[in-house]
């Protein structure tokens, strides 16, 4: 049926069906490039890296045109106001500009075939939703936008460990620990380590604050708590050290002190008073052997004197 039907095509029609073919190709080419879209992907959802650390942000694109008008923009929707964007870097006819908070830390990586880029000594506040937003006229973009979320991590700080309330015997106590940062945000615990490990009920105080309340304290109270402030990248520890006293207890400190007060000043006046009988005693010693002594040269004096009267009657006679 197909050669019937190829017998009745004059020649001029067989010699006009190539070029029809070929303008119709052509037609449908050039409607084909009109409509070319540029396509933008992310290879990457959400990353996560370390603070301190760099990480590749990518995004990739494929356009039908030259490079001579591309223009490239990543914008950072930060966690701490995700209402308001920020350009982070952009490259626009050949030109690169990037957000001060972002210089020496950031440049793309494979311009102009993607649009890698690449953050260096990462903050908690790089930490966010990014966007790359690529234009390359005349290809329209669909869609033109990637957007990859970013998290940056950060061990907790040194959690700082406070105490108030009164620590006599049916007192009450409140154990307040306090961590300034960490991400992701730590778990804050509280521990009594001695004499034996006791994990307490704790009351948060905001994502970084954590308190224990203990009411009616007693002997039992005493001893050591640990609060530990914890995350995925490590454990930072704080401790207080309770000492619980009774005050109506005769061998209590308060009843102590005033005892061993007592005690030293009792025996301040103790060894004065035998310093000063050692004195007197020996000032008496010495005055008794001053006074024999003025004796003994009083006698031998007389004898002297009762001596020679004698022996001059004597030569007279």
């Given at each position: ?11 001029s029609s ?14 449908v ?5 009109q409509k070319a ?34 223009n490239i ?9 995700p209402?308001?964007?920020v ?5 626009d ?14 440049d793309f990586?494979?311009l102009?075939?993607s649009a890698?880029?690449?953050?260096n000594?990462t903050r ?12 390359n ?13 970013l ?6 700080s ?8 009164a620590?006599d ?14 991400v ?14 006791i ?6 105080e ?22 530990s402030?914890?995350n ?18 005769p061998?209590?400190?308060s ?7 007592l ?11 035998l310093?000063?009988i050692?004195?007197?005693h ?6 008794r052997?001053?006074?024999r ?6 006698e031998?004096c ?15 006679v």
């Amino acid at each position: 049926m197909q050669w019937e039907n190829a017998a009745f095509l004059s020649p001029s029609s067989i010699m006009a069906s190539p070029v029809r073919w070929i303008l119709w190709t052509t037609c449908v080419c050039f409607a084909a490039r009109q409509k070319a879209a540029l396509r933008v992907t992310m290879r990457e959802s959400s990353l996560e890296v370390v603070r301190g650390d760099s990480v590749l942000l990518p995004c990739s694109f494929f356009t039908y045109s030259d490079f001579s008008r591309l223009n490239i923009i990543w914008t950072l929707a930060p966690f701490s106001s995700p209402d308001t964007p920020v350009q982070v870097i952009v490259y626009d006819h050949g030109q690169v500009i990037k957000n001060p908070s972002f210089i020496d830390r950031v440049d793309f990586t494979g311009l102009p075939f993607s649009a890698d880029i690449m953050i260096n000594d990462t903050r908690v506040s790089d930490g966010g939703i990014y966007r790359c937003m690529v234009n390359n006229p005349p290809d329209t973009a669909d869609p033109g936008v990637g957007e990859l979320l970013l998290s940056v991590l950060e061990p907790p700080s040194l959690p700082v460990c406070e105490w108030d309330g009164a620590i006599d015997m049916g007192g009450s106590v409140k154990l307040s620990c306090l961590v300034e940062q960490g991400v992701p945000t730590p778990e804050i615990r509280w521990e009594k380590l001695n004499p034996e490990e006791i994990s307490l009920p704790i009351n948060m105080e905001g994502e970084l604050s954590g308190s224990v309340q203990i009411v009616n304290v007693s002997s039992q109270t005493s001893g050591l708590y640990r609060c530990s402030a914890t995350n995925v990248l490590g454990t930072e520890n704080c401790y207080v050290n309770l000492a619980v006293y009774n005050s109506e207890a005769p061998d209590s400190p308060s009843g102590i002190l005033p005892g061993v007060l007592l005690t030293l000043v009792m025996s301040s006046v103790l060894l004065a008073l035998l310093v000063l009988i050692l004195w007197l005693h020996r000032t008496g010693q010495d005055g008794r052997r001053t006074r024999r002594g003025r004796k003994g040269e009083e006698e031998q004096c007389y004898n002297e004197i009762g001596y020679t009267p004698s022996l001059m009657k004597r030569s007279f006679v």
